[in-house]
């Protein structure tokens, strides 16, 4: 399992403290809105290169896996 830590973090100082991918200033909700949008990955990481497919796919497999955790039983 990806820890938080090593995918997304956030500091005061970047964004006003935005969650972000690590070594980079583009925020997890950027990603959530392309696929919102409908735009596919790729899309995405062609116009955020500083952005690893890697650090894309960890962020959303532990969204996932925090929604699944949280989910509230029918």
Known sequence: MTT????????PNILGGTPV???TRVSMTTLLDYLEAGDPLDEFLDHFP??????????LE???E?????????
């Open 66 to 74: 925090m929604l699944t955790a949280y989910a509230n039983p029918a």
């Open 21 to 23: 991918f690590v070594g």
């Open 4 to 11: 938080v830590a090593r995918v997304i973090h956030s500091d």
């Open 50 to 59: 500083s952005v690893r497919r890697e650090q894309a796919v960890a962020a």
């Open 62 to 64: 532990l969204a996932k």
